[in-house]
C-alpha cells in the first residue's frame, strides 16, 4: 500500500524565489497535516486539514507561507517569498479520521534549503 | 508548548534495558502517543496509551500515569538499529481534536 507521497523530496532554492510542496494523503484518510522539523525547533505543527477544510493554522509562521487542499487527495504548502531562516525538512502527515487516537503516518518529507 | 520534557539524549549497550520518560502538562490531555524517527527518515508509529498502565508490544513498552503527567518508553533487548530519536506527543490539547504536540524528542545511542 502506498503510504503518504511528498514531492519534491529535495528543493534547493534562492532567497525571494516561491517555493511549493507537495503532498498526496493516504487514500481513504481524513486528516492532513504539515509539519516543519529544525534542529533548534524540533518537529512543529504548520497547519492541519479534516476533509479538506483548514482546522487550526495557528502555527504558520506568518504570512508568507500558504496551505491548500483541494481535493482529498492532493495538498500545497507555499512559501512567498522564501527566505534562509525557512530550511527545514517539511514533513506531510495523514491519519483515518479527525479523532484524537487516530495514528498519524507521515511522508519522507521535503529537505529545503533556501539559499 | 504543553511543557513537554524529555531527555535531549541517552546512550546504552546492545542488549540492554533503556526507558525513556517524558512529562507533559496534564491540563486538557486525551493521550499520548511515541514515535520513532532514524536519522534522515520520516517519524513512524510505536505506541499510544490512554489509559494508566503499561502496554506491552514486544521489545517496545510505553507507561502513562495521568495523574502524574508521565510516560516512559521501555526498550528492552537493545539493537544497533534502536539508534534513533523518539518522540513523545501528547494529544487532547485546544479541544476534541487529532492536534499532536511533538516534544523535542530523545537521542538514543545504542554502543556495542
Known amino acids: 500500500d502506498a503510504g503518504v507521497i511528498q514531492s519534491p523530496r529535495h528543493e534547493v532554492t534562492e532567497m525571494g524565489q516561491e517555493v511549493t510542496l507537495r503532498c498526496k494523503p493516504i487514500?481513504?484518510?481524513?486528516?492532513l497535516f504539515w509539519y516543519r522539523q529544525t534542529m533548534m525547533r524540533g518537529l512543529e505543527l504548520l497547519i492541519y486539514?479534516?476533509?479538506?477544510?483548514?482546522?487550526?493554522d495557528s502555527g504558520m509562521p506568518e504570512d508568507r507561507f500558504s496551505a491548500k487542499m483541494p481535493n482529498a487527495s492532493f495538498s500545497t504548502l507555499k512559501i512567498q517569498p522564501s527566505e534562509p531562516r525557512d530550511s527545514a525538512v517539511y514533513f506531510c502527515?495523514?491519519?483515518?479520521?479527525?479523532?484524537?487516537?487516530?495514528?498519524?503516518?507521515f511522508g519522507p518529507g521535503t529537505r529545503l534549503t533556501v539559499l | 508548548g504543553q511543557n513537554i520534557d524529555q531527555p535531549t539524549e541517552m546512550t546504552a549497550t546492545e542488549g540492554a534495558i533503556v526507558q525513556i520518560n517524558c512529562t507533559y502538562q496534564?491540563?486538557?490531555?486525551?493521550?499520548l502517543f511515541w514515535y520513532q524517527q532514524h536519522a534522515g527518515e520520516a517519524p513512524t508509529f510505536l505506541s499510544y496509551?490512554?489509559?494508566?498502565g503499561l502496554e506491552e508490544k514486544g521489545r517496545f513498552s510505553s507507561f502513562l500515569s495521568r495523574s502524574k503527567g508521565y510516560s516512559y518508553l521501555l526498550l528492552k533487548e537493545l539493537q544497533m538499529k534502536d539508534s534513533a530519536s523518539y518522540l513523545c506527543?501528547?494529544?487532547?490539547?485546544?479541544?476534541?481534536?487529532?492536534?499532536?504536540?511533538f516534544g523535542t524528542g530523545t537521542l538514543l545511542a545504542v554502543q556495542p
Open positions: 502527515a495523514s491519519s483515518l479520521g479527525g479523532s484524537m487516537t487516530d495514528t498519524q503516518y
Open positions: 487514500s481513504g484518510h481524513n486528516s
Open positions: 486539514f479534516n476533509n479538506n477544510v483548514p482546522i487550526d
Open positions: 496534564t491540563s486538557g490531555f486525551n493521550g
Open positions: 496509551n490512554v489509559l494508566d
Open positions: 506527543a501528547p494529544t487532547g490539547y485546544g479541544g476534541a481534536t487529532n492536534k499532536l504536540i
